[in-house]
């Protein structure tokens, strides 16, 4: 038992001394849910949404006021004959 429990801890402790190099390894117990970080992210998603909706418009109304409807009639549509494209290569046959 003792050789299994000891390895392990050890294993555990040096572990621990690695990953303390890179994160903390120490506990916050900070559990609010509005953080100045979040909500400034949140706040600036906001107001990049809310200019993005305003160029959206003011691009949507230029486009509708410069588009020119124009009906065409059946005899204005250019008649397209597409070429027929040509057979697929034969499989060549196995020889046995």
């Known amino acids: 038992m003792l050789k299994r ?27 609010k849910r509005d953080g100045k970080c979040r909500s400034k992210g949140k706040q600036e998603l906001r107001y990049e949404n809310e200019r993005l909706r305003v160029e959206n418009e003011r691009l949507n109304a230029e486009r509708d006021f410069t588009r020119e409807v124009v009906p065409m009639s059946v005899d204005e549509i250019p008649n397209v004959e597409l070429p027929v494209p040509p057979m697929p290569p034969v499989a060549p046959k196995r020889v046995r």
Not at 8 to 27: D, E, K, N, R
């Open 5 to 31: 429990v000891i390895p392990f801890i050890v294993t555990f402790v040096i572990g621990l001394a690695v990953a303390s190099f890179f994160v903390s390894i120490i506990p916050s117990f900070n559990f």
